[in-house]
């Protein structure tokens, strides 16, 4: 699945009336970087920063993501639910 990690649409308001596109690549990686355990969480880590536009993602790797964006705020957590989403596709 392709992801781009530089270009998320993050809602403003709970109606989801409004976002913003944002490059949430470096924080992301970090946020993994700083609370995961393991080669694969490092992995993945220097895969999302050092990604360029849309990158190829493995499903495990789809389903860390996920797992990681459950420690995000709520309207992340949304977007990179919607990313994957539209990934499958």
Do not use: W
């Not at 355990?37 to 499903?59: M, P, Q, R």
């Not at 990179?80 to 499958?88: D, M, V």
């Amino acid at each position: 699945m392709k992801i781009d990690f530089e270009r998320v649409e993050v809602f403003t308001g709970i109606a989801k009336k409004q976002c913003v596109v944002e490059n949430i690549r470096e924080q992301f990686a970090d946020l993994i970087y700083n609370t995961g355990i393991g080669v694969a969480a490092h992995a993945l880590a220097l895969k999302i920063y050092n990604s360029d536009s849309e990158t190829e993602y493995t499903e495990e790797e789809c389903n860390m993501i996920l797992k990681f964006s459950e420690r995000c705020s709520p309207n992340v957590i949304d977007a990179i639910g919607k990313l994957l989403e539209q990934a499958e596709k």
